[in-house]
């Protein structure tokens, strides 16, 4: 007995196939599910250059091994080739959806090849089908799911479902898997359209039972009570990720009008105060998470009255927010859910129409490419125009859709410095510099620029890290806190936890619930080491794509144009900076100069003989 269903789902839609196959005992003993399974069947399957629009390219939904039974706040992944940064790319998502693929019976569901026409994938309990999507194409995503969940007369369907943006396969469209829950960044939903796969759709009931149901009860048990003794925890429940808006305004890590500034007057606007005071009614929660992060509501004056919405996370209230000069968070609610709708990513949305009012105010682009109108910050309209001229691949929208990356290229004339990226990503919602450690982060997510993959502002602002002091401005000793964090989250992105559950829950208490629901055996050290060898995984993966040292780097706007004024003013983060960083860290996880895992490494691991996955 264990908590693992003991099957991953094959199909394929080329030949609108569906096999169910063993797990591997294998991949679950050195991968353990989530982005561990996803990491070592990306490399294992999928041929090195594949274009990650073509239909060989594998699209994965992951949950982990303790998704869907009662252990607090946990989720799912989508793991897959990113169109927009060519690397290894997993985006994580709440809600349901993660929870029905076991009930469905699955530890993962593997989807390779295109479909002919649009189609969804619709698997109820053991039965799988490759149906038309022809009444949902062309539809938006909260639209699509209404009309399939009509088509099969049941409102209880769990989907995971692409809009307009994914069929057009802009770069960063995103995979919306419940109202406001999203696999949103690095473009899964492009990879979807690019499969003609409108939405997979789960109804299962099968139950997921733990290896020791008794022993796992008591570690649930003390989850939830290091959760509710916490205190960021109940900041969460009461305030949301927006609680971040004035930590990072003070701090002056707050992207503004396109991280040219790191504070903005409007903050105000912004945070978990003006959301209450706007709109929220009351929490709402993924499934079997007491947390509750979000914050169900409707506009209550204004021109958005009657608009129903949900909390405004951090990272969307500041790149659609603060970044765009937009200090109306009603109607920053509202761009985000047409982000929400059209299906693309908030997140690089924000950075890519910051880069584009930067471009058009230093003549890159033109008014005869915006049908006349001025592209400016502080300006509802102007992100308005740009997302729906994304979404629809229209004119200057199509010159956009790849990211800010391959539109600076395409536009030339110095436009890489209004860039913000990291290998292709737009970059999260924390300007790194005046926290270097945060900038070595950025420049080493294996996605790209992604604050989730290590989070040093934490230990930089607050001065300690493990009981050891820790200098804000110093760039010794950064990289052994970011490998560090890097392992650690790599490790519970396999389980998969919620990021914000893991403030609260202690690695021990991780361990515990991994081996009363698997029956292996885990302790701290183990669970570090699982971690060391995905992150490992997903670099050979990099590599092999022809990532180099010189992909580790960090964008002008953080290297050469240092913050304007505040206390932290004259900061930036220099190249000459950020070798030191990457010396440093390169040697603590004992890569080369070139930043290559060592043959003795990959023996450490376990890497170097591992069986290949056929
Ligand atoms: S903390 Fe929020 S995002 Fe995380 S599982 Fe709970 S409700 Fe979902």
């Given at each position: 007995m264990s908590a693992y269903m003991g099957k991953l789902l094959y199909v394929d839609l080329n030949k609108g196939t569906a096999t169910e196959m063993p797990l591997d005992p294998q991949l679950a003993e050195n991968f353990v599910g989530g982005k561990g399974f996803g990491a070592k069947i990306l490399y294992d399957l999928l041929p090195a250059?594949?274009?990650?629009?073509?239909?060989q390219n594998i699209l994965m939904f992951m949950p982990g091994p303790?998704?869907?039974?009662?252990?607090?706040a946990n989720r799912g992944c989508v793991v897959t080739k990113s169109p927009l940064t060519n690397t290894f790319a997993d985006s994580y998502f709440g809600g349901h959806f993660a929870q029905e693929i076991r009930f469905c019976g699955y530890d993962g569901i593997v989807i390779t090849g295109a479909a002919a026409e649009p189609s969804y994938l619709w698997i109820d309990e053991g039965k799988v089908e490759v149906r038309s999507a022809e009444g949902a194409w062309g539809l938006d995503t909260f639209a699509a799911v209404e009309k399939i969940r009509e088509e099969l007369g049941d409102i209880s369907v769990k989907t995971a479902c692409i809009g307009p943006a994914g069929e057009k396969m802009v770069s960063f469209a995103l995979i919306n898997c419940e109202y406001n829950r999203h696999a949103g960044r690095a473009g899964t939903g492009a990879v979807m359209g690019s499969k003609n796969l409108k939405a997979v759709v789960l109804r299962g009931s099968k139950p997921v039972i733990p290896a020791d149901a008794e022993a796992f009860s008591a570690a649930v048990d003390q989850a939830y009570k290091e959760l509710a003794e916490d205190e960021t925890i109940a900041s969460f429940t009461t305030d949301?990720?927006?609680?971040?808006i004035d930590f990072a305004n003070d701090e002056q890590l707050l992207p503004t009008n396109n991280y040219t500034d790191?504070?903005?007057?409007?903050?105000g606007g912004l945070n978990a105060e003006a959301q209450r005071k706007h709109f929220w009614l009351r929490n709402v929660a993924c499934a079997?998470?007491?947390?509750?992060?979000g914050k169900v509501g409707i506009i209550?004056?204004?021109?958005?009255?009657g608009l129903v919405t949900d909390v405004v996370e951090y990272e969307t209230a500041a790149m659609v927010g603060s970044n765009l000069g937009i200090k109306d968070i009603r109607e920053v609610s509202y761009l985000v859910k047409k982000c929400d709708a059209l299906g693309l990513d908030g997140m690089s949305a924000g950075g890519v129409i910051g880069f584009a009012i930067e471009a058009f105010q230093n003549g890159l682009i033109t008014a005869e490419q915006t049908g006349g109108l001025e592209l400016k910050f502080g300006d509802t309209a102007t992100a308005e125009y740009l997302l729906d001229a994304i979404a629809a691949r229209e004119g200057l929208g199509d010159l956009l859709a790849g990211g800010v990356k391959q539109a600076a290229a395409r536009l030339g004339g110095g436009a890489d410095q209004y860039a913000v990226h990291v290998k292709g990503l737009e970059s999260p919602a924390w300007g790194p510099r005046s926290v270097p450690g945060m900038g070595l982060a950025l420049a080493t997510a294996d996605r790209g620029g992604c604050h989730q993959r290590a989070f040093p502002i934490l230990y930089e602002v607050g001065g300690e890290w493990n009981g050891v002091e820790v200098d804000r401005?110093?760039?010794?000793g950064k990289g052994e806190i970011v490998a560090h964090l890097q392992n650690y989250l790599a490790a519970l992105d396999t389980l998969v936890k919620c990021d914000f559950a893991a403030y609260g829950i202690r690695d021990a208490t991780y361990c515990r619930l991994l081996e009363t629901a698997t029956g292996g055996s885990w302790d701290v050290e183990k669970l570090m080491a699982l971690g060391e060898r995905i992150w490992n995984q997903v670099r050979l993966f990099n590599l092999r794509e022809?990532?180099?040292?010189?992909?580790d780097t960090l964008p002008k706007r953080f290297t050469?144009?240092?913050?304007?004024?505040?206390?932290?003013?004259?900061q930036m983060i220099t190249l000459q900076d950020l070798d030191r960083m990457l010396d440093e860290y390169y040697a603590v996880r004992g890569?080369?100069?070139?930043?290559k895992p060592t043959e003795e490494k990959l023996k450490q691991l376990g890497l170097d003989q591992m069986p290949k996955l056929v």
């Open positions: 250059g594949c274009d990650p629009l073509s239909p303790i998704t869907g039974t009662l252990a607090p949301g990720t927006p609680a971040s790191g504070a903005f007057e409007g903050a079997g998470c007491p947390i509750a992060c209550k004056r204004g021109r958005r009255k401005a110093a760039l010794k022809g990532f180099t040292r010189a992909d050469e144009q240092p913050l304007p004024e505040g206390p932290f003013a004259g890569w080369d100069e070139e930043g």
